[in-house]
């Protein structure tokens, strides 16, 4: 699996942003998405993931009612719409697959078995 992520930019607080990732090959639907970020000189954290299967979501508190994230099997896309974007979310935003993600493991990046390449997000305050 290939994923390419897109749709990163500068922005001011308060604005609005889509970041999409397009995975390759035919079995998408099997795998779990997740969207990771790392800052200059922080971890690779994470940020939300969608389930595969029922496509359940799952965030991290501090983007909890700002950040959605989405899938389209049919398209082979996830996307992660970013609303209300602060300073704070500014950071190299990944998206990630793995297929064996369960809820004691995504959030660890380490689970997931794909990455894409980052897409920069720039807020300026």
């Known amino acids: 699996v290939q994923l390419q992520a897109s749709g990163g930019g500068l922005v001011q607080a308060g604005d609005s942003l889509r970041l999409s990732c397009v995975a390759s090959g035919r079995t998408f639907s099997s795998y779990s998405m997740g969207w990771f970020r790392q800052a200059p000189g922080k971890e690779r954290a994470f940020v939300a993931s969608t389930r595969r299967g029922d496509g359940r979501t799952y965030y991290v508190d501090s983007v909890k009612g700002r950040f959605t994230t989405s899938r389209d099997n049919a398209k082979n896309t996830v996307y992660l719409q970013m609303n209300s974007l602060k300073p704070e979310d500014a950071a190299n935003y990944y998206c990630?697959?793995?297929?064996?993600?369960?809820?004691?493991?995504?959030?660890?990046?380490?689970?997931?078995?794909?990455w894409g390449q980052g897409t920069l997000v720039t807020v300026s305050s």
């Open positions: 990630a697959a793995g297929r064996n993600i369960i809820m004691s493991t995504i959030g660890n990046p380490q689970a997931y078995d794909y």
